[in-house]
């Protein structure tokens, strides 16, 4: 019986990460997984992403065609912990999958934004940190051929902690992979907007999560290739304060804006609306 409380409690509230206040978790929904206290940005996952941003139909469900949904990772590496007896690659992506619901750490397909069809690659931090494996740097690869194809604007949601170690070289070929196939996007005059979420780093950062042509950073983000506790044990130092946060980025020119939650659907659409005019 106290165990059926303690997950029913589990459901119904969530504690700020920063503050450590206790929120009703439907409150929290509604405030956009926002702490309404100290202003946190709690993650979100790639279908809460989808939800907010995508147009709606009758019924108020976001309109939106999945692609590339079964795709998933194997373990071309035999990637395995001395410590057990079996694959822990293995043993974790089935894990994943199960928590989250996806196969893989990245959702992507089309939907309507502001009326504009669009191409979306939504990452989803909650399924092994966000990582890049070969199939993430796959699915990606897909999503810019199919803006190319349809001639839509492609809209790269990012939150990574970078290249997927278990998949080794395989994982770090991804970042050539996306950035050329960005740069074939490019070359055809088709918009890309980044969007960097909390956090985006590694190889992700590295490769396509900052070759859009427009970088939009949500509040506080922190943004990087190496963290901030590796660059100070490397270099000795202690770092600026807020250093790769997206406002420390803003201000050195290395985004474009950063915009809050409850703005980013208008002011993305903005960008739609603008880049249309000139096309």
Request: aromatic fraction near 6%; charged fraction near 25%.
């Amino acid at each position: 019986m106290e165990n059926a409380v303690k997950e029913k409690t589990k459901t119904l509230w969530n504690k700020c990460p920063s503050c450590d206040q206790i929120i009703y978790k439907k409150d929290l929904e509604e405030n956009l997984k926002i702490c309404p206290k100290c202003h946190y940005y709690l993650r979100m996952s790639a279908r809460e992403r989808i939800a907010l941003l995508a147009d709606t139909n009758a019924s108020g469900k976001a309109v939106f065609e999945e692609m590339d949904a079964n795709f998933f990772s194997e373990d071309p590496l035999r990637f395995e912990d001395p410590a057990k007896s079996k694959s822990s690659y293995a043993a974790k992506l089935a894990s994943e999958q199960k928590k989250t619901g996806h196969y893989e750490a990245i959702v992507c397909g089309e939907a309507e934004m502001g009326k504009h069809k669009v191409v979306l690659a939504v990452m989803d931090f909650e399924f092994m940190g966000g990582s890049m494996g070969s199939v993430v740097g796959e699915k990606v690869t897909r999503a810019i051929e199919r803006s190319l194809q349809i001639k839509a604007p492609l809209l790269i949601i990012s939150a990574s902690g970078g290249a997927r170690m278990q998949e080794g070289i395989l994982s770090l070929m991804q970042m050539a992979k996306t950035s050329a196939a960005l740069a074939r996007l490019h070359q055809e005059g088709i918009l890309c907007i980044c969007l960097l979420c909390d956090p985006t780093t590694g190889g992700v950062t590295a490769s396509f999560a900052t070759l859009g042509d427009i970088l939009i950073a949500e509040p506080k983000a922190l943004i990087a290739f190496a963290g901030p506790r590796v660059i100070e044990q490397t270099i000795r130092q202690k770092l600026p304060e807020g250093f790769q946060q997206s406002e420390f980025l803003m201000q050195h020119g290395m985004v474009d804006c950063i915009v809050e939650r409850k703005n980013l659907k208008a002011q993305i659409i903005n960008f739609l609306n603008i880049f249309k005019k000139k096309a």
